[in-house]
């Protein structure tokens, strides 16, 4: 087998691929004409080209589709972030139906909204203990009695009116019951507050839920 | 790119696994018989596509336009030759290990399906020595022969997807056909079936 130039190689190799312009394919038509060493080559080429190309076409023994449960397919997810938000929300959910349950049992004016809209009270009850001199120390030990008072000068759901100044005036009853309320609010505010948490963690979740959704069904 | 593969493709970018895979089981063929060839061995060329696709996915945001496949078959390709690589620096074992059951290994298998007995023999023997051969080049050149002459793609295609210059895609295919023309001729079985044709 006669060894050929690399120029002349990259010149068969261009031609069997249809690659010269008229002139040179003429050209390498007529030197192949003439050189049997070139003429040679040129067979040898073609024939392995042909061999390539005929090749079968091989079909993989599995389907390659990619599972959406592959670790690197959720990461590459664009919306992976919304996910921890949908497991948060559920759980949210899951409080806010605790907290439901256990708020039923609560007496509508010991209910979070009434001790809440109780409270901006406090700031003015403390202002007249100490206008009053009523000692912190003698109010204490009344306290069951100015819940009592208290809740009697308070109808059951009326929130404002449990809010309000006594009706009889009393800066002492007023004093009492502005000591009492913080200890008696405490649980119901924190409930209060754990529900609207859980309540806005479930709103995300819904949110996310819902963009979810329609990136998946837009296309 | 076909309007319905422009759909999926974005429909993927925003996250829809199964518009991808509508994808993957439109080019899966494709990329598959690239990495055989490029890495000889079915299983192994089974994983590499499967890390193909899944790379794919994660990249698709890097995606920029134009040709899908060449975009594939562009990660398909340095997946296959890192694999390479990586198959270089540990023991391995040949494919030629695995000559004496063609079935259990169809890439040595060849495409026509009504042969004579001789005539088989021939053409397995002729795909074997190719696959041999192939094996033999260097991986630029392996890469451009693959999808030049096996895969059949244009000199642009191959420049686009190995991210060479047209020159360089030239010169490597030119290149690799000669080491084959050497590597094949010199075995004589290889020849005479060559010259059969």
Not at chain 2, 77 to 99: E, G, K, M, Q
Request: proline share 6%; hydrophobic share 45%; net charge negative.
């Amino acid at each position: 087998m006669a060894t050929l130039s690399d120029a002349d190689l990259d010149l068969l190799s261009a031609y069997l691929d249809g690659m010269l312009p008229a002139d040179e394919r003429a050209r390498v038509e007529q030197r192949l004409e003439h050189e049997p060493a070139l003429r040679a080559a040129c067979a040898d080429l073609r024939r392995i080209i042909t061999a390539l190309h005929e090749l079968p076409a091989l079909q993989p023994r599995r389907s390659l589709a990619v599972d959406a449960a592959h670790p690197r397919i959720r990461r590459a997810l664009p919306w992976r972030w919304l996910r921890p938000l949908q497991y948060a929300g559920s759980l949210a959910l899951v409080i806010m139906a605790v907290l439901g349950v256990t708020l039923a049992g609560v007496p509508a004016n010991q209910s979070p909204l009434a001790m809440n809209l109780a409270a901006p009270a406090l700031p003015a009850a403390e202002e007249a203990t100490a206008e009053g001199g009523a000692p912190f120390a003698a109010a204490a030990p009344a306290d069951d009695a100015a819940r009592s008072r208290s809740t009697e000068q308070a109808p059951a759901g009326d929130a404002v009116a449990g809010a309000a100044p006594p009706a009889d005036g009393s800066g002492e009853l007023l004093a009492g019951g502005a000591q009492v309320a913080p200890r008696a609010a405490d649980p119901p505010v924190m409930t209060h507050l754990g529900l609207g948490l859980a309540g806005l963690i479930a709103l995300a979740a819904l949110v996310a839920t819902t963009m979810r959704a329609i990136l998946v069904r837009s296309r | 790119m076909a309007e319905e593969e422009r759909r999926h493709v974005d429909a993927a970018v925003r996250g829809d696994v199964e518009s991808f895979n509508m994808l993957v089981r439109a080019h899966e063929s494709r990329v598959y018989g690239v990495c055989v060839r490029l890495v000889g061995d079915r299983d192994d060329a089974a994983d590499v596509a499967q890390d193909t696709f899944i790379s794919a996915f994660s990249r698709l945001s890097t995606y920029r336009g134009g040709s899908f496949r060449a975009w594939l078959l562009r990660i398909a390709t340095n997946a296959a030759l890192d694999f390479l690589r990586a198959r270089r620096r540990r023991p391995t074992v040949s494919i030629d290990a695995h000559d004496d059951d063609p079935d259990d290994h169809p890439v040595l298998q060849v495409a026509d399906a009504t042969p004579t007995p001789e005539m088989a023999l021939d053409q397995r023997e002729l795909a074997q020595a190719i696959q041999r051969a192939l094996a033999q080049l260097p991986d630029d050149q392996r890469t451009a022969i693959v999808l030049r002459d096996v895969e059949g793609f244009d000199y642009a295609e191959v420049a686009e997807i190995t991210r060479a210059s047209l020159g360089t895609v030239k010169s490597r295919i030119s290149r690799g056909r000669a080491r084959l023309r050497d590597i094949l001729t010199a075995d004589g079985t290889v020849r005479t079936a060559l010259s059969s044709e």
